[in-house]
């Protein structure tokens, strides 16, 4: 699972050489918001149901058709599935934010997320509704510590550019 650590480990590794001082630089960056996004990673771990609902309920807002039937007629299918998605997201942004990097969301969300979604048919629009929805709402410090918001609010962005 890539990290910053293991990003710039594996770098220096292939270039034959010992890892460079800007690149301890960034391993150092990283160690220093560890503690800010374990906390996030706390909060949106001890809210997530909530927070999924609540990302869920604004997308359903702006794109009152997922209420409507599809070719089974399976409305509430189609809304679990919906929910079901969007906390998947956010789980995968929590173990980014556990790791320091964006491995487990390139890895296991948005690899080929895109290319399913569209082999389906279906739209990514919603799911980038809600995680607009999430990272807007999420404020500091009634969420979490001002580092903390900003390090969700990177992934969030980060899940929203590669599901636009």
Not at 91 to 96: P, V
Request: charged share 25%.
């Amino acid at each position: 699972m890539k990290s910053v650590i293991t990003t710039i480990v594996t770098a220096a590794d292939a270039a034959g050489r010992f890892p460079s001082t800007s690149d301890l630089e960034s391993v150092q960056g990283s160690i220093q918001r560890a503690s800010a996004r374990l906390e996030a990673a706390e909060k949106l771990s001890t809210g997530i149901d909530k927070v999924a609902k609540e990302g869920f309920d604004a997308c359903f807002k702006k794109y009152p058709y997922l209420n409507q039937e599809g070719e089974a007629g399976d409305t509430q299918g189609k809304k679990d599935k919906c929910l079901r998605d969007i906390k998947h997201y956010l789980r995968l942004i929590q173990y980014s934010l556990i790791v320091g990097g964006t491995g487990p969301l390139d890895e296991w969300g948005i690899a080929g997320a895109r290319e399913v979604y569209r082999a389906l048919n279906l739209p990514t629009a919603p799911y980038v509704s809600a995680m607009q929805f999430t990272r807007d709402r999420a404020c500091a410090p009634r969420d979490m510590s001002p580092q903390a918001l900003l390090e969700l609010r990177a992934l969030l962005d980060y899940v929203i550019n590669s599901l636009s």
